[in-house]
């Protein structure tokens, strides 16, 4: 019998029989994943891809210049790079969780954005308290809209403390950096202090105690008049310049706190390659910053005693 249906006359009788069933399982499976024709299951995508829309208008770059969607291997590696310089898995998981989350809803209410990729904010927000600075003061130099600065009270009162914020920036319109040429902002928004004001008080009471002091951080007056304490926390988020990062770092050295915790922003950043420069130059000298790591293209350093 094997042998009979193995014939090529049997297998030509039994084609238009095989051939049957094909079409009727065919119609079984189109049955049962949609209306039984291709242009429903077409229907059917362009019903989810409608659904989807509404949602990725939460996190797609539209309005900001920047999609919120981190892919996998950047938020594994972040997250692996937190742990390695704090020395805290679990609260590296956690802090760049909460931060993600916190950065979705202050661009979804704040005025602005916040300037940056995903993982590099995350990370800052998240690093800062894990690394336990040794007191609450914050000078945050270049700050765009402000909304770092909300973003990084609110991180910290989540670990329990009590930040007071410093802010220096030009508040030029735009953001500005040595020799780059910069269109209006994607968001359309144009950075003024009531932008950056009407950030901070998305965080409550630190938010709107903060003191922000308009002009350059490398300028005698604006240093005079901020440099009247200590700070536990000091972002270098300013001029990326060779020179300009080099000028942060000789006036942060004056002003931590001993213990104190400075942040490089787009520090190994192959766009902005003066922030390396400086720093190899400044942990050169007879400096009293200690680098404790890397964390989505921000540098990490503390003061000794």
């Not at 989810?48 to 892919?71: C, F, K, Y």
């Not at 902005?272 to 190899?280: L, R, S, T």
Request: charged share 25%.
């Amino acid at each position: 019998m094997r042998a009979l249906l193995t014939t090529k006359t049997a297998r030509r009788a039994l084609r238009p029989i095989a051939d049957l069933i094909d079409q009727r399982i065919d119609r079984r499976i189109r049955r049962a994943i949609g209306d039984g024709s291709e242009g429903g299951l077409q229907r059917e995508l362009a019903a989810l891809r409608n659904r989807q829309r509404p949602l990725e208008l939460l996190i797609d770059g539209t309005g900001r210049g920047v999609s919120r969607m981190p892919a996998q291997i950047h938020l594994d590696r972040a997250i692996e790079e937190l742990a390695q310089v704090s020395g805290d898995r679990s609260g590296a998981e956690r802090n760049i969780s909460q931060a993600f989350r916190l950065l979705i809803a202050l661009e979804a209410l704040g005025v602005g954005r916040i300037a940056g990729g995903t993982m590099n904010i995350c990370g800052k927000l998240s690093a800062v308290p894990l690394l336990d600075p040794p007191n609450d003061e914050i000078l945050e130099i270049g700050t765009l809209y402000g909304m770092f600065g909300a973003a990084l009270i609110r991180m910290m009162e989540r670990a329990g403390r009590d930040p007071r914020l410093t802010i220096v920036d030009p508040l030029a319109g735009l953001q500005l950096q040595p020799g780059t040429t910069e269109g209006a902002d994607p968001t359309g928004t144009p950075v003024r202090g009531a932008a950056v004001r009407a950030n901070l008080a998305l965080v409550g009471a630190a938010g709107a105690a903060a003191r922000v002091q308009q002009g350059f951080s490398e300028d005698p007056e604006v240093r005079a008049l901020v440099s009247d304490r200590s700070y536990g926390v000091i972002i270098v988020d300013g001029d990326h310049s060779a020179a300009g990062v080099a000028a942060d770092l000789e006036w942060a050295e004056q002003i931590v706190a001993p213990g104190g915790i400075v942040v490089l922003d787009d520090f190994g950043h192959p766009k902005w390659p003066g922030i390396k420069e400086a720093f190899d130059k400044h942990m050169a000298t007879d400096t009293r910053l200690t680098f404790l790591g890397q964390v989505a293209n921000s540098g990490y350093l503390r003061a000794s005693a």
